[in-house]
Structure formats: structure tokens, C-alpha cells
Nanobody, 121 residues
Framework: QVQLVESGGGLVQAGGSLRLSCAAS????????MDWFRQAPGKEREFVAA????????YYADSVKGRFTISRDNAKNTVYLQMNSLKPEDTALYYC??????????????WGQGTQVTVSS
């Protein structure tokens, strides 16, 4: 079994930055793709970013390209999401997730509980 625990959420003004972290425990995720998703109130959960085990494959939703950066530290079993130039529409519950491979990265196997990000205008 795998446990994913997010941290780093909070309240920030528009234009500000936050860095989310996701610590994984349990079985090793060294070969897994790590994802970030988000869900705003009244909306469906949406894909934000993903990174392959080696870090050579990185994917972003169009809405966050150029503003968000995903990275991972396999030695620490941790994935990060650096969020810059935040907008009120980025307000959501952000989830860390993991998938066995690229083909399943938008339908991950494991999920964290989420961390709230609120961007004020």
C-alpha cells in the first residue's frame, strides 16, 4: 500500500507563489509517474502536472504552463509543485497522485488527501 501526504497549501494573494510537497511512503514509487491534480468547488477534478520517474518526461495542463513547475526527489520519495504567478482561478484542493506509467498518468492508482490552495484577488 502507498500513502501520499501533501503539504504546503495555504492562502496567498494573486501574483504570489506557493510550493506544494507530496511525501510518499509504503511501497517504493521509484518507477511510478507522479501527478498533481486539483479540484475547485463545483468543478470536476482536473489534471495539473505529471513527471516520470527519471524526470525526463514532464507534462502540464495548458492552464498552468509557464507558471507551475513539477519536480521530484526520488531519494526522498517526494514530489514538488512550485506554483508562481498564482491567479484566483488556481484556487482548489490540490491532490498528489501516482500512476504506474505514462499511459495511466491521468487515471492514477494512488491518491493523497489533498491540500487547499486559496488565491485572493
Amino acid at each position: 500500500q502507498v500513502q501520499l501526504v501533501e503539504s504546503g497549501g495555504g492562502l496567498v494573494q494573486a501574483g504570489g507563489s506557493l510550493r506544494l510537497s507530496c511525501a510518499a511512503s509504503g511501497r517504493t514509487l521509484s518507477s511510478y509517474v507522479m501527478d498533481w491534480f486539483r479540484q475547485a468547488p463545483g468543478k470536476e477534478r482536473e489534471f495539473v502536472a505529471a513527471i516520470t520517474w527519471s524526470g525526463s518526461g514532464i507534462y502540464y495542463a495548458d492552464s498552468v504552463k509557464g507558471r507551475f513547475t513539477i519536480s521530484r526527489d526520488n531519494a526522498k520519495n517526494t514530489v514538488y509543485l512550485q506554483m508562481n504567478s498564482l491567479k484566483p482561478e488556481d484556487t482548489a484542493l490540490y491532490y498528489c497522485a501516482s500512476a504506474p506509467n505514462i499511459r495511466t498518468m491521468r487515471n492514477p492508482t494512488y491518491w493523497g488527501q489533498g491540500t487547499q490552495v486559496t488565491v485572493s484577488s
